[in-house]
Structure formats: C-alpha cells, structure tokens
C-alpha cells in the first residue's frame, strides 16, 4: 500500500506532520521543568555552604541551653559563702569577667564561682564549674588570693581555683593555669588592690576581733604562747569574722563540746593544774609505797609555777585594757586612737 501523500502548501512547500501532544503529556512536561529548576536550586544552596560564615559559641550539649529543663543545666554542689573581705571590693559581686584561652572560654564571677566552656564542635563538649566562692587565703595580715573549691567532681575530688589579685588599669581576668590536675589558677586585674594598704585584714575586722587580735599580739611578744598557738589564735578570729570557714573535724568539736588541753581562762587553767597535781602526788605515793624511788626536778616544778603566775599578771594587764606597755608585733594594719 502506498504511503499517503501531503496535499502541498501554497508555493510548492510540503507542511510537516500536523501531530498534537495530548494534554497530559505537557502538564508532565510542565512538572519536569519544575523539578529541574529546584534541583539546580539546591545544588547551588550545597555548593555555598562551604562559604558559612562559623560562630564559634561552646556547645553546652544542653548544660547551658535555655530551652530545656532547669535540671539539664549546670548544677552547683554547693551555696557560695558569704562576702567578706575589704568592703571596697565589695562592688565586684554580681559581675562576671571572661578570659579565652585556646579552645576554652574561662569566665570569673567574684564571690560567685568560676566556670569553664570548651568552644568546640564536639557533640559532648565539656561545659562546667571549677569553683564555689569558699574562702580568703590569708597570709602575713595579707588577703593574698580567693579561693573558689566544691567545682565540678574530678575523679576522686572537687575541681578548686584559687584567684590572684594584683593591681591593674581595670577589671579583667589576665590569666588561667592548671598547675595540677583540676586545680586552676587565675590572676585577676584591679585598680582596687592597687593601694598599699588595700589588702589588709586588720581594717576588715570588728573592734571586738581586733582587740582579741591585739591580745594574741601581747601574748607573744611576753612570750608566754608559741608562734603555732598564735597562729590558732588567729584562725579562729579570721573564721569568727567569716574570712575563712571552718573544717568539717572543727564544727563536729564544737558540736560535741569535747574536752581540750586549752583553757580560756586563767582560773580554769590554774584549776586544772592543781587537779594534775593531786594525781601526781598520789602517783608518787604510790611509788613510795612499792619502793620505787621518784626523782623530781624542782627547779622545773618551780619555773612552772613562776610561769603561771607571770601568764595570770600579764593576762589580767591586756584584759583590763592597758595600753600604756603594750608591745605589738608585726603589721596589724591601721592602728590609730580610736581603735
């Protein structure tokens, strides 16, 4: 069978095969070009991401994150202490100063805590606390450092800090080490310890601590404590005005009001000695009365006596609130007629 022919056009040209697409067939046509479109649109979307711009924020791994359960966040073992120390600087609580240091972003809040953030893109970054504000290290009349302790656990102990301060042009967190495993040290810049006498105790204290401190003072100058009894001395006035806190043994003590070798007064002292007395004689009578010779040192026995009687005169002198033959040792801080 021959093929069909075309009909010509006007002037010679033979017209094309008249064949329209069904109407189906271009609405696919129509959808292809559309889904083309949007592939290009993200491949192009993948090519820039490259180009992002990388906030470098720590990832708290929700430690920090606002947007979940208080729990999830950093949780404090304990309270911080109270304030304490020179009241001028007083004026830095509330406030925070942060360091950066490689990877990690420090951050100092005073007579708060001390924290730590990793600032990487770790899933688990590390986001934590290295201290609790606890107490003032103290050292020749000196306010020499805070320290920051109870942080977060650490093996088998609390990550502490302990926080320099030295003088400087502002306020700013210079400095962070980790002189041994969690435990950190930061200098911290302030024109407010810049004055001499900025750093003080005595001026912190309470005219009744000061004049016990005066006390301690006369006491060891008639040499009638030791350097180590002293120092009690001034432990317990620095944790009665708060500037150190007391140990967990020292509370329990004090709890169970159990029986000490110190005597805070003369009269218990003297009282005590002739109690001590009586037993030692009837241990030398006992001696006697098996033959056993006891040989005694009287001049000991003496100077003993002498000794407690020269501690009674000289208590009794800084008790009645004699100054006229006081005679202070050291730098007690600003001492004037009024105190």
């Not at 056009?9 to 033979?14: K, P």
Request: include cysteine.
């Amino acid at each position: 069978m021959a093929p069909r022919s075309v009909a010509p056009r006007r002037g010679g040209a033979a017209a094309p095969w008249p064949r329209a697409l069904p109407f189906p067939a271009e609405e696919a046509m129509a959808a292809a070009r559309l889904l083309l479109a949007a592939l290009g649109a993200a491949l192009g979307l993948f090519a820039s991401a490259g180009k992002m711009k990388v906030v470098e924020e720590p990832n708290t791994f929700g430690l920090n994150n606002p947007f979940l359960p208080q729990t999830n966040r950093l949780q404090p073992k304990t309270s911080p202490s109270a304030i304490s120390g020179p009241a001028h600087l007083f004026r830095l609580a509330g406030k925070c100063f942060s360091f950066v240091e490689s990877t990690y972003k420090y951050e100092f809040c005073p007579f708060h805590n001390v924290t730590q953030h990793e600032q990487t893109f770790r899933w688990n970054a590390y986001s934590g606390i290295l201290g609790i504000w606890h107490e003032w290290e103290i050292d020749n009349n000196t306010f020499v450092g805070m320290w920051m302790r109870e942080g977060d656990s650490c093996e088998t102990k609390s990550r502490q800090t302990k926080v320099h301060l030295v003088c400087g042009k502002s306020n700013k967190l210079a400095y962070v080490s980790e002189p041994s495993t969690c435990v950190y040290s930061l200098t911290f810049e302030t024109p407010l310890v810049c004055h001499p006498h900025s750093l003080l105790v005595y001026p912190t204290l309470t005219e009744a601590l000061q004049r016990k401190w005066d006390e301690a003072e006369q006491l060891l100058y008639d040499e009638l404590i030791t350097d180590q009894g002293y120092k009690k001395i001034l432990k317990e006035i620095f944790e009665e005005a708060g500037l150190l806190k007391a140990t967990e043994e020292k509370e329990v003590e004090k709890q169970s009001k159990k029986i000490s070798l110190e005597f805070e007064t003369v009269e218990k002292c003297s009282k005590e000695y002739k109690q001590l007395s009586k037993e030692i004689k009837k241990l030398k009578d006992l001696l006697s009365q098996h033959g056993i010779t006891y040989k005694g040192n009287f001049a000991e026995n003496t100077s003993v006596e002498h000794g407690s009687h020269k501690l009674a005169t000289a208590v009794t002198t800084v008790f009645n609130g004699s100054k006229d033959d006081e005679h202070l040792r050291g730098d007690t801080g600003i001492w004037n007629a009024t105190v």
